[in-house]
């Protein structure tokens, strides 16, 4: 290290000053550079950043003044439950068809009970769909009828068609739970006889 340091000291020794003047001056215009390379890099970072950001405070903005201008939802307007539930197989025919989508098959689900609401759910695949018709049949099932929702929504390209899409839609169908007939209140006496 030490046979080094003496072999650029000799080399710089050997110099004449305009050579090490524009050495220093060469040395110094490459740190510039670096240093301004950089911190372009890093600027630009930050321009991004700052885009970013300023696209965030509008959307932020602008779902502050939508929920300012809407307020709390009305709960009159919530759907009033049924103790039958919509039948869902003809109800999605019938969105299929307003929309002129064709369904192979439709798979019932087992029906649950849950906080005094019975849950009927179907699930449907749907190929070959236009975005525009998988949006105008997601719309319909929503929209026809409130005791109805989609709950569940796998949408994947089709390879055969670039430009369509197959649909795996679960649709559940809500009405109210009413228990079952109770028991007769006289012990079980039967209408007509008498015990």
Same mark, same amino acid.
């Given at each position: 290290?030490?046979?080094?340091?003496?072999?650029?000291?000799?080399?710089?020794?050997?110099?004449?000053?305009?050579?090490? %003047?524009?050495?220093?001056?060469?040395?110094?215009?490459?740190?510039?550079?670096?240093?301004?390379?950089?911190?372009?890099?890093?600027?630009?970072?930050?321009?991004?950043?700052?885009? +970013?950001?300023?696209?965030?405070?509008?959307?932020?903005?602008?779902?502050?003044?939508?929920?300012?201008?809407?307020?709390?939802?009305?709960?009159?307007?919530?759907?009033?439950?049924?103790?039958?539930?919509?039948?869902?197989?003809?109800?999605?025919?019938?969105?299929?068809?307003?929309?002129?989508?064709?369904?192979?098959?439709?798979?019932?689900?087992?029906?649950?009970?849950?906080?005094?609401?019975?849950?009927?759910?179907?699930?449907?695949?749907?190929?070959?769909?236009?975005?525009?018709?998988?949006?105008?049949?997601?719309?319909?099932?929503?929209?026809?009828?409130?005791?109805?929702?989609?709950?569940?929504?796998?949408?994947? %390209?089709?390879? +055969?068609?670039?430009?369509?899409?197959?649909? +795996?839609?679960?649709?559940?169908?809500?009405?109210?739970?009413?228990?079952?007939?109770?028991?007769?209140?006289?012990?079980?006496?039967?209408?007509?006889?008498?015990?």
């Amino acid at each position: 290290m030490a046979n080094l340091s003496n072999k650029l000291e000799a080399y710089w020794e050997g110099l004449s000053a305009r050579e090490r %003047r524009t050495m220093v001056l060469g040395g110094l215009g490459a740190v510039a550079v670096l240093v301004l390379y950089f911190g372009l890099a890093v600027y630009d970072g930050l321009v991004a950043l700052d885009g +970013k950001n300023q696209e965030m405070r509008r959307a932020l903005a602008a779902m502050q003044s939508v929920r300012a201008q809407g307020g709390l939802k009305d709960t009159s307007a919530a759907p009033t439950l049924l103790p039958d539930a919509v039948k869902l197989e003809s109800y999605l025919d019938n969105a299929a068809q307003k929309t002129g989508v064709t369904i192979p098959a439709f798979t019932p689900r087992p029906e649950t009970r849950r906080d005094g609401v019975v849950i009927h759910t179907m699930t449907i695949e749907p190929r070959g769909l236009t975005i525009a018709q998988a949006r105008d049949l997601l719309r319909t099932i929503e929209q026809d009828n409130r005791t109805v929702a989609v709950t569940n929504l796998t949408m994947n %390209r089709n390879f +055969k068609d670039e430009g369509n899409v197959d649909l +795996k839609i679960e649709v559940s169908a809500y009405a109210l739970d009413v228990p079952a007939a109770a028991a007769p209140a006289d012990g079980g006496a039967v209408a007509g006889r008498a015990p």
